[in-house]
């Protein structure tokens, strides 16, 4: 029933009026149960889902997919055609569902967090892909016991298929849920082989094969046009956000860290001839080198993992004939990162004009070195490790004081809004993965900026390094998942223009009178 449904929309075929819903059916559809507010654009994607069996809202960060997902289960459910939910996604998602359950809903859901075993009582479920393995078995009795939908928030999780633990988890699952939906702004992040998958979810077999038929010709135009019946997709656009800024700064490395890397480029291109086949190998290679792109120092032990980098003040001279493994952990000693130097002068420009700045970078010793260097304007930290991660969002959504946010993608680049307290963010660095990007700058870029709001990206590259790579791979890879999912805004992402760099606006007396203050307050 499925491929022949598929098949029909993808062939052309009429599909029967009883089949189809307008986005003007959408009030009577829900109901009186059904209180919260719809936009446009909104009803548009119900009323397409709705005349799908299973879909996919591929619309972008900050337009409301939690809240069109809710809208669908309610639809299904009053029809008499679901009884439960599941929805797998990541903890940061869980908020905003069980926010848009008590605002849309007049009778809410009872929606629970999965925890040690399943709440007989509940009719919603919440649980994480890190969770979905082992507890595949109940799951799935929980799904078979009565019809059920089941959505996959942020669904770009599963994009490795069967090929990966929480793909092999969710295909599992996927066959037992009578609807079926998933949800992500990011659904092609590494090129056509991650839209496979996740369409392959929606509808097994047929829905691969229609991706692979569709960009077989290299016309990622016709191959959007063909593709454009499984899916729907509100853009940038559309929302009329105010548009955003991204520019990117080159920063030249001092002598001292451009010896250093060139040395390690030498060393890890070595491991890298005999390690072409060994992915994880060179995975870790790729990390050491973006880590020293910010500085080499990053690589060196310290006392603890995630010790921050001891600059001192003022910078000392370099000692002529020293070790290289010893010049690379004393580093901090004779120079300081051009990146940390750079986002020193951004956020301090922008706290000096009442503006908060989110700053990320990947790795958590570099979190941990900026807050001391940021000390001065009372960072917020959330990472992996913090405990009090809500406390932290909260201290700088409504503390004046706190005038910067410190994170890496992988933590808060999904699920959370900031949009209404920050406008300005800088990439310390970036890696490989296009989804992540777009998702972490969609944190301050959403629905709900006033019209004259200046939304500002900055992102730091070191001359000569991986982060060249990096941001070409990036912008082929936002080239490709614009023209498939035929949104401008997202190709135009791929071109930063390019900026001066700031932080040589900063004299040595001023950097010396600065860290001199944040590390006589850290001792």
């Not at 109901?31 to 009323?47: E, H, K, M, N």
């Not at 939910?85 to 009872?110: F, M, R, T």
């Not at 001839?273 to 990390?287: C, F, H």
Request: with cysteine; net charge negative.
């Amino acid at each position: 029933m499925d491929a022949r449904s598929v098949g029909s929309r993808l062939e052309g075929q009429a599909i029967p009026e009883s089949a189809e819903v307008s986005p003007d059916d959408v009030p009577s559809v829900l109901g009186s149960g059904w209180v919260g507010p719809l936009t446009a654009f909104q009803r548009r994607d119900i009323a397409k889902l709705l005349s799908l069996r299973h879909g996919a809202n591929f619309s972008v960060p900050g337009a409301g997919k939690t809240r069109v997902g809710l809208a669908i289960f309610h639809a299904l459910r009053q029809a008499g055609q679901v009884n439960r939910l599941l929805i797998v996604g990541p903890k940061s998602c869980y908020e905003a569902w069980q926010e848009e359950n008590q605002l849309c809903l007049a009778d809410p859901l009872h929606m629970e967090v999965l925890g040690s075993g399943i709440d007989p009582a509940a009719n919603a479920l919440l649980v994480n892909y890190e969770r979905l393995q082992g507890s595949l078995n109940g799951l799935a009795r929980w799904l078979t016991a009565q019809p059920s939908m089941l959505i996959l928030d942020e669904a770009h999780r599963m994009k490795l298929g069967t090929e990966g633990v929480y793909g092999a988890a969710c295909m599992a699952l996927g066959p037992r849920a009578r609807r079926r939906l998933i949800l992500t702004g990011t659904p092609a992040p590494n090129g056509a082989r991650d839209l496979e998958n996740l369409l392959g979810f929606v509808w097994p077999g047929y829905g691969r094969q229609a991706v692979v038929r569709a960009v077989a010709g290299g016309n990622l135009a016709h191959a959007s046009e063909v593709l454009r019946p499984l899916f729907t997709r509100t853009t940038k656009g559309e929302l009329q956000l105010p548009p955003v800024t991204v520019t990117q700064r080159l920063l030249d490395m001092p002598p001292l860290h451009q010896e250093l890397y060139e040395a390690l480029i030498g060393l890890y291109s070595a491991r890298a001839a005999t390690s072409q086949d060994d992915l994880e190998a060179i995975g870790r290679i790729v990390v050491y080198l973006l880590m020293a792109a910010i500085s080499p120092a990053l690589l060196a032990v310290g006392t603890t993992r995630y010790e921050p980098l001891a600059y001192q003040v003022p910078p000392l001279a370099i000692p002529e004939g020293s070790p290289l493994l010893d010049l690379m952990r004393d580093l901090p000693s004779y120079e300081m990162s051009p990146k940390y130097r750079e986002t020193l002068a951004i956020v301090a420009e922008n706290a000096a004009a009442g503006r908060k700045t989110l700053v990320w970078s990947t790795f958590i010793r570099s979190v941990a070195t900026l807050e001391v260097i940021l000390k001065e304007f009372q960072p917020a930290v959330v990472h992996g490790g913090t405990e009090d991660r809500e406390d932290q969002i909260a201290r700088f959504r409504t503390d004046p004081d706190c005038l910067v946010l410190l994170s890496n993608p992988a933590t808060l680049g999904e699920g959370i809004s900031l949009h209404h307290e920050c406008h300005d963010a800088v990439y310390v660095d970036r890696d490989f993965a296009a989804g992540r990007f777009l998702q972490s700058l969609d944190r301050i870029h959403r629905l709900g900026l006033s019209p004259d709001t200046q939304t500002k990206i900055t992102v730091l590259t070191s001359t000569g390094t991986i982060d060249e790579i990096v941001n070409q791979r990036l912008e082929m890879k936002l080239q490709f998942m614009g023209r498939i999912l035929d949104d401008p805004a997202v190709q135009q992402l791929a071109d930063l223009d390019e900026e001066p760099a700031i932080g040589a606006g900063l004299d040595q007396r001023d950097m010396q009178a600065l860290m001199g203050h944040l590390r006589a307050n850290s001792t």
